[in-house]
């Protein structure tokens, strides 16, 4: 089994700053794609970013000039930095994380229980 811990969500005031992060532990051989994904009020759950092992990234594209994702493989963890908040970007964010628990197991997908970020003055 793998777990997703989330951290850093909270309260911020438009144009103010914040940083997400993200753990994986149990039992893992390899994280393919480890990111982000969010929840607004009244709406499905969406793409922010993820990023592959070797650094590859896939953006909400909206998003990218404000935030940024950065991983560490030796680690585990994924980090999303959130920059010049809207309003908008109010949501329950999601680390998310597709794992192989061993060389023979396909790939399976992980979410963690989500955080909540909400920004307003």
């Known amino acids: 089994q793998v777990q997703l811990l989330e951290s850093g969500g909270g309260l911020a005031r438009p144009g103010g700053s914040l940083r997400l992060s993200c753990a994986a532990s149990?039992?893992?051989?390899?994280?393919?794609?480890m990111g982000w994904y969010r929840q607004p009020p009244g709406k499905e759950r969406e793409l922010v970013a993820v990023?592959?092992?070797?650094?590859?990234?896939n953006w909400k594209e909206s998003l990218r000039d404000r935030f940024t994702i950065s991983r560490d493989n030796a680690k585990n963890t994924v980090d999303l930095q959130m920059n010049r908040l809207k309003p908008e970007d109010t949501a329950v964010y999601y680390c998310g994380a597709y794992v192989a628990e061993t060389p023979h197991n396909d790939a399976s997908h992980y979410w963690g229980q989500g955080t909540q970020v909400t920004v307003s003055s």
């Open positions: 990023i592959t092992s070797v650094g590859t990234t």
């Open positions: 149990g039992t893992i051989y390899t994280i393919y794609t």
